[in-house]
C-alpha cells in the first residue's frame, strides 16, 4: 500500500468533513448540507467504509483528498501533508510540482512582505506619520497587530 492510500484509509472521513459541514447519521452513511452549492435538503452524503463523498445535487464527490482540495482550494501535495499530519504519517518522497514550489514560495514572500510592513508602520520611525493616522481613525495596537497592518510606499515616492 502506498503511503497515499495508507493515510486515507487512516482519515476518519466523517471526522474530516464535519469540520466544514454539519453532518447527521444516516444509516450507513452521513448527510449534510453541500458545501458546494447551494441548497435546503441535505444531498451531500458521506460514507465512512468507503471514505467517500458525493454529492447527489451537484454531483461532485470523492475521497478526503479531494474534499480537502476543493473546500480549501489545496493542491493535491497540500491536501496530502495535511492528511499525513492529521493521521501522524511522515512522507517519504513526495515532491511538489513546480507550481505548488511556486505557491509556497509567493506565500513565504507575502508573508515576509507582511512582516516587514507591519514593522515599518509599528516599529520604524518611517511609519510614524501613518500609524498616527490610524489610530486617529480609530485602529488600535491590537487591530494593527492582529491584522498585521502594514505600510509600503509606492516606487519613485
Ligand atoms: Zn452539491
Redesign the pocket.
Known sequence: MDQVEEIKSKVDIVELIQEHVPLKRAGRNFKGL????G?KTP??IVNPELQIWK?F????GGDAYSFLQQIEGMEFGEALSNLAKRVGVTLESYKPTQGEQVKERLVAINTLAGQAYHYLLTQHKLGKEALEYLRQRGLGDEVIKRFNVGISWAKGH
Open positions: 453541500c458545501p458546494f452549492h441548497e444531498s451531500f454529492c445535487g451537484c454531483s461532485k
